[in-house]
């Protein structure tokens, strides 16, 4: 990706998404929804959307 006359490599995209009134129903709860889901994500081996209240988004469980 080019930026600033450099080329930029070895960067990944996550997200976590929450939707109202589902996941929240203030934009607090809506953004530590979110920003649970995005945590989820990164734990998940990065690079996913993981939507809030999913199956994904549930901490993992030790072996």
Known sequence: MPWGGQTL???TFS???AVAPDDGAT????VSA???ALYHAKAL???RVVLAGSE????ARAP
Do not use: I, N, W
Not at 27 to 30: E, I, N, W
Not at 56 to 59: S, V
């Open 45 to 47: 081996g990065r690079e």
């Open 34 to 36: 979110a920003d649970r």
């Open 15 to 17: 997200a976590g998404v």
């Open 9 to 11: 490599t070895g960067f």
């Open 56 to 59: 994904d988004d549930r901490p």
């Open 27 to 30: 934009q607090a709860d809506l």
